[in-house]
Structure formats: C-alpha cells, structure tokens
C-alpha cells in the first residue's frame, strides 16, 4: 500500500510559477511509474504529465509541454511538477498518482485507469 500526500498548491496570477510536490510513503516508490492528473471544475480528469520510475522518461499533455516539468526524487520518494507561465485554464485540482504495475508495464501510461494510488490533490487557481 502506498499513500501519496500532494502539497504547493495555491493562488497564483496568469504569467506566474508553482511546484507542486507529492510524497509517498513505503520503500516501493522508485518501482512505480509516477503521473500528475488535474480536473477543473464540471470536466472530466486530464493527464498532465508522467515519469518513469528511474527518471528516464518523461511525458506531457501538449496543453503544458514546454510549460511544466515533471521530475521525483527516488531518495526522497517525492514526485515534483514544476508549473511555469501558468494559465487560467490551468486551474484544476491537480492529483499525483503511482501505477503499482509499473514493472510489469513496457510504457508509461498516461490513462487514469492504469494508475493504482491516488493522492487527495492539491487546489491551483491561477487568477487572469
């Protein structure tokens, strides 16, 4: 079992930077493929970005590509999402996820459904 806590959400004005973080607990984390969804308001969850496990890969939506970077700390057992020239379309609860079959997966899945542990989410509204 895996628990993930996300933190570094907030207000922020269009044009401005965030990063988030998401810590996991247990010694498993550097086997798990790791991903940021969002979700706004009345639209369904969204990948934004993921990770595979030794950092080796990394892959985004094209709406933040070039945008947001994505990066973990396997020692740390945290995930980062590094959110630059944010946009009001931006604003979503924004979750981090782990896929717990990572080392049986031959990609790195940018579909919810493949993704085992959720954490609660953090709140990022970027004001125009």
């Known amino acids: 079992q895996v628990q993930l806590a996300e933190s570094g959400g907030g207000l922020v004005q269009a044009g401005g930077s965030l990063r988030l973080s998401c810590a996991a607990s247990g010694r498993t984390f550097s086997t798990y493929n790791m991903a940021w969804f969002r979700q706004a308001p009345g639209k369904e969850r969204e990948f934004v970005a993921a990770i595979s496990r030794n950092s080796s890969g990394t892959y985004y939506a094209n709406s933040v590509k070039e945008r947001f970077t994505i990066s973990r700390d396997n020692a740390k057992n945290t995930v980062y999402l590094q959110m630059s020239s944010l946009k009001p379309e931006d604003t979503a609860v924004y979750c981090c996820?782990?896929?717990?079959?990572?080392?049986?997966?031959?990609?790195?899945?940018?579909?919810?459904?493949?993704?085992?542990?959720w954490g609660q989410g953090t709140q990022v509204t970027v004001s125009p």
């Open positions: 996820a782990a896929d717990a079959v990572s080392f049986y997966r031959s990609y790195v899945s940018r579909f919810p459904g493949h993704y085992s542990y």
